[in-house]
């Protein structure tokens, strides 16, 4: 596919001149830093604008918090209930904060949070927002990088968009399922842990591996703005369609909305707080720090059903 690299005229993360936050776009994509706050101990007002950020910049990202797994779940909740994680239990006594850790002796082909994907949108109701908190951070490696699938939207041509409103995309975990099972084996023959606490096909398993169809064009439920609902890890089909059909159409969408000209990279450092609108963009990330321990929490808002 020929790269659109430079899509002109479409672009527009500038920020708003807010009174209780400070944005910094990241790159002319998506994307900002939010300065002169502590999550730790945020007012309503500095809330109402985060929010407005959100939506505006797809991912938002703090730097120096200071934060405690209750200041995390207070401040998740601030945008709705808690998310239901398919893949993890959470620490003891907040079952809702999932651990993400790789040990510096780990080595995997997988990790959590590799390959191009939205968040588990195998649900019927996926998450909404996932938030991600940096403890211990490798001196380099570790990077998380976004897609902006609203304007990847945008950039498509008037008849793309109309061939694909209607359409409705199945989600599926099945590769990543049938790749756990086989990293678990490998890692029991060698006496390593996983970092993936579901793994057997259990029921609940299985239905991340039937999945739920949900519209390739979806819209925000606040903002009204549409997006492309496609990525790389989960898109294995489109109702109606035979899998030579869906597999020309998905495998261009998934080529456009990864593009560079629709992404942002956040170099994390201890302390970097970060959330990302899932019905935004999606993102990934990078499985290139062995010998460097990572330590990270996450949380997620439960989402509605994506129309």
């Known amino acids: 596919m020929a790269m659109q690299l ?24 998506m994307g900002a830093e939010i300065a002169g706050v502590s999550l730790a101990s945020l007012t309503d007002e500095q809330f109402a604008e985060i929010e407005d950020a959100l939506y505006r910049h797809k991912m938002l990202y703090f730097r120096d918090q200071e934060i405690s797994f209750e200041d995390q779940e207070a401040f998740t909740r601030r945008f709705g209930e808690f998310g239901i994680d398919a893949y993890t239990s959470g620490v003891p ?27 588990s949108p195998f649900m019927e109701t996926p998450p909404a927002i996932s938030m991600l908190y940096g403890v211990d951070i490798p001196p380099y490696g570790g990077d998380t990088i976004w897609c902006n699938s609203a304007l990847a939207y945008r950039c498509l041509s008037d008849t793309m968009r109309n061939l694909l409103e209607g359409l409705r995309v199945h989600m599926s975990a099945a590769g990543v399922v049938s790749n756990l099972e086989a990293m678990k084996r490998e890692g029991l023959s060698k006496g390593q842990k996983t ?74 450092s201890p302390g970097t707080f970060a959330l990302w609108d899932n019905r935004l963009c999606i993102h990934q990330a990078f499985n290139d720090y062995d010998g460097f321990r990572r330590e990270m929490y996450r949380t997620t808002v439960n989402g509605e059903v994506p129309v």
Request: charged share 20%.
């Open 6 to 29: 430079h899509p002109t005229g479409f672009f527009d993360n500038s920020a708003r001149q807010y009174k209780y936050i400070t944005a910094l776009p990241l790159s002319a994509a």
């Open 93 to 119: 006594g907040h079952e809702n904060v999932q651990p993400v850790i790789k040990e510096a002796d780990t080595k995997t082909k997988m990790i959590f949070g590799s390959g191009w994907h939205t968040d």
């Open 195 to 268: 970092t993936f606490a579901r793994t057997e096909r259990d029921e609940q398993t299985q239905a991340m591996v039937d999945g739920w169809f949900h519209p390739i064009v979806r819209t925000h439920p606040k903002t009204g703005e549409k997006s492309l609902y496609v990525d790389h890890t989960y898109s294995h089909g489109i109702q109606g369609m035979t899998s030579e059909e869906a597999e020309s159409i998905l495998g261009f969408l998934k080529a456009h909305v990864t593009q560079p000209a629709f992404s942002c990279r956040l170099r994390w």
